[in-house]
């Protein structure tokens, strides 16, 4: 019965759960577009889930063949003592022979963890998917694991040539995509390298009215509001965010509030240097919020940021165009994609704050901001999804749902 399905989805985060990052809010958006033609294994929130057995699992009108490889240990305000990413390879190693019980040769897989646990076994046809083409080790939050990121991304190439995708995807721009090939010596092809960028669910993220938002939120009606979202993490480049809010204050218009939607390991630090250079009462923190709150709060900006060090194709500033925002971010992948300068929003090339606040005022006096964000976040939909996989890899060559 299994055997029938077209491919496994070998994820990480549990995509029946809220989305709490980019790869499990990928996973979900192949649930929605795949259904039941697919199954799926991944950590589990539900504690009623029996672990490592196969099992049908409701998701809307469809009943998924879905394996659970236990809970995820997931902390959003503290990073756990052994990486996350030393547990993944494990865990997923520890499941390897009842999933493959499921006698499916086709693999979906989303994770460096999961390939490194999956690449010695033979598969029939292998996806693989990058959430981004950067070293995540060389910016790992262990300072120690930093010294390992030219070894991790060789180790990382070793088990793709030994698992012989046919299909590998990269979430992330062209210049990136050059880059990694030429950082990693051009070992992998690239003709079945693609790039593939992440997806926003259009019919989700959609503008609202700025006011009413800010009135449902409590939030002051008279002042310019910047949101950023996502993990209060030193990738996310929160520090340059508070730096640069604080010269706009300081110039451009002290009536300001910069809100950070989300959590993190950083999340003291950042309150700690906002009441340092004494802007605590214009910063706000409001934790880890369910996707609907999180959509008002970026309703109710009038710009959004993105700071961040590096990242794949931002999710973020997928969900951020789709809501019709104006977006000043940091010259990441994908960002000239989806940001054209004076239109809606700027990229900030360089990492330097008054460059950035500069930017951000500017970016408060343009106009039609929402029309350009909003024409440009429809070539990014969710719905396009399937269509556009089927073109680049044979298993996916089925009727979506």
């Known amino acids: 019965m299994l055997a029938n399905k077209s491919f496994i989805l070998f994820t990480g985060n549990d995509p029946w759960a809220a989305p709490i990052g980019g790869q ?22 539900d504690n009623s889930i029996e672990v490592g057995k196969w099992i049908k699992r409701k998701y809307g009108a469809n009943e998924i063949w879905f394996l659970s490889r236990g809970a995820n240990e997931y902390r959003k305000d503290k990073k756990p003592v052994i990486p996350k990413r030393i547990k993944a390879y494990f865990n997923a190693k520890y499941f390897l022979k ?8 086709n693999v979906f897989i989303d994770s460096p963890d999961v390939l490194f646990a999956v690449s010695g076994t033979n598969w029939e046809s292998v996806c693989y998917r990058f959430a981004g083409v950067n070293n995540p080790i060389s910016y790992s939050r262990y300072a120690w694991a930093k ?45 079945n390298f693609h790039q593939f960028p992440t997806r926003v669910n259009t019919d989700f993220f959609i503008p609202e009215d700025k006011l009413i938002e800010r009135e449902k939120l409590n939030l002051p009606l008279n002042y310019k509001i910047f949101v950023a979202t996502g993990r209060i993490s030193f990738i996310k480049g929160w ?63 009038d710009v ?11 999710l973020a500033m997928c969900e951020m165009i789709s809501c019709g925002k104006a977006v000043v971010t940091t010259d990441v992948s994908g960002a000239k994609d989806m940001i054209k300068d004076g239109k809606n929003g700027y990229v900030v090339k360089e ?29 990014y939909a969710v719905k396009y999804l399937s269509e556009d996989l089927a073109r680049y890899w044979s298993p996916a060559k089925i009727k979506s749902v």
């Open 351 to 379: 990492r330097i704050a008054e460059r950035f606040a500069e930017y951000m005022f500017l970016t408060t006096q343009l106009r039609d901001t929402q029309k350009y964000s909003l024409e440009i976040s429809k070539q």
């Open 98 to 105: 009842v999933i493959r019980g499921s006698g499916i040769r």
């Open 24 to 45: 499990s809010t990928f996973a979900k958006h192949m649930l929605n577009s795949y259904g039941n033609e697919i199954v799926i294994t991944s950590y589990c929130n």
């Open 304 to 314: 959004c940021l993105v700071g961040s060090l590096k990242e794949g194709w931002s």
């Open 239 to 301: 520090n340059l965010l508070i730096d640069a809010f604080n010269i706009y204050m300081q110039i451009h218009d002290s009536n300001a509030l910069l809100i950070f939607v989300g959590d993190g390991e950083d999340k003291l630090k950042l309150l700690e240097k906002a009441k340092d250079i004494g802007i605590e009462k214009n910063i706000m923190l409001t934790g880890f919020l369910k996707q609907t709150t999180v959509l008002s709060y970026m309703n109710a900006a």
């Open 147 to 191: 010294k390992f990121g030219k070894l991790y991304e060789t180790l990382l190439v070793r088990a793709l040539k030994k698992i012989n995708p046919e299909t590998i995807l990269a979430s992330a721009d062209k210049e990136a995509i050059v880059e990694f090939h030429k950082r990693t010596n051009n070992v992998l092809k690239s003709d």
